[in-house]
């Protein structure tokens, strides 16, 4: 069986359409969208590489702050006492007030009150206390002079009805605890 020529040029067009397709379709498509993920994953890489590099021309910055904020947490570790170092701070309260002849009838620690989000709480110390006016500002300056931070609050003087030159003393204090999982 022979084939006239236009049959045979018929023929090859469609053999040759059929490979113009497989080779578009499953050669060429593929081979595109395989390019054009590898494109977006060098752009994404050349993202990554340029922030690393802004990163690491900021690192010896970064790196000065972070030592100098180490710096401002090993001075806070020393001015604000830690949970279990409480009781030796209440003692050193207690001592100063007998070293400056200052009488106290109640002197009521209060629980921790742990702020958000800070790294420290604060604890109430309430007092009420007598003594002359000299002896409670020589205590209250030694207190101020203390090597952990005590803020005096609500100091309130009443005269003392026994004795004329003494004072009756309502004092709120607070002192600021270091937490515990601060300094790691």
């Known amino acids: ?23 578009y379709a499953y ?13 977006r994953d060098i752009e994404i890489t050349a993202e990554k590489i340029a ?15 972070y030592d100098e904020l180490k710096e401002k947490l090993a001075f806070l570790e020393v001015m604000l ?11 050193m309260i207690q001592d100063t007030l007998t070293e400056f002849n200052v009488d106290f009838s109640n002197f009521t620690p209060q629980n921790i009150s742990w702020e958000k989000d800070k790294i420290y ?6 007092m009420n206390l007598t003594a002359d006016y000299f002896d409670l500002i020589a205590y209250l ?33 607070y002192t600021y605890v270091l937490n515990k999982g601060a300094s790691e």
């Open 27 to 39: 050669i060429y498509t593929p081979r595109m969208d395989r390019i054009k993920q590898l494109d």
């Open 81 to 91: 006492p830690k949970e279990k170092e409480i009781p030796d701070l209440l003692v």
């Open 51 to 65: 922030e690393g590099k802004r990163i690491a021309a900021r690192l010896e910055t970064l790196r000065k702050e």
């Open 121 to 126: 709480g604060n604890m109430s110390i309430s």
């Open 1 to 23: 069986m022979k084939l006239s020529k236009g049959m045979t040029v018929f023929i090859i067009f469609i053999i040759l359409a059929i490979f113009i397709y497989g080779n």
């Open 141 to 173: 300056d030694r207190i101020e002079h203390l090597p952990r931070i005590i803020d005096a609050k609500a100091l309130k003087l009443n005269k003392n009805s026994k004795e004329s030159d003494k004072l009756n003393i309502s004092l709120n204090m």
